[in-house]
Nanobody, 123 residues
């Protein structure tokens, strides 16, 4: 079992940055790949980024590539999403999730989800 709690969301102006954090509990955290998804108003849940459980390999969605990056600290049971050059289109609830499938971008392949943190980007 893995419990996930996101933090770090908020209101930011376009062009600004935020770093989201995801705190994981459970001794099996290091067994899982971790991902970030987002869901904007009236939109489906969208893949943002994922990171391997061991070697730190990552995949980032084309829509945020070059602006967002994902990292993890297994010793602290933490996953991070650094978001730079934010635009109003990045406004969404951001979710942290855990998967046994390496580098998956499919929500249905994630076993555990956090409650989400709201990110709002003003123009």
């Amino acid at each position: 079992q893995v419990q996930l709690v996101e933090s770090g969301g908020g209101l930011v102006q376009a062009g600004g940055s935020l770093r989201l954090s995801c705190a994981a509990s459970g001794r099996t955290f290091s067994w899982y790949g971790m991902g970030w998804f987002r869901q904007g108003p009236g939109k489906e849940r969208e893949f943002v980024a994922t990171i391997m459980r061991s070697d730190g390999s990552t995949v980032v969605a084309d829509s945020v590539k070059g602006r967002f990056s994902i990292s993890r600290d297994n010793a602290k049971n933490m996953v991070y999403l650094q978001m730079n050059s934010l635009t109003p289109e990045d406004t969404a609830v951001y979710y942290c999730a855990a998967t046994r499938v390496p580098l998956s971008s499919w929500p249905y392949q994630y076993d555990y989800w956090g409650q989400g943190t709201q990110v709002t980007v003003s123009s």
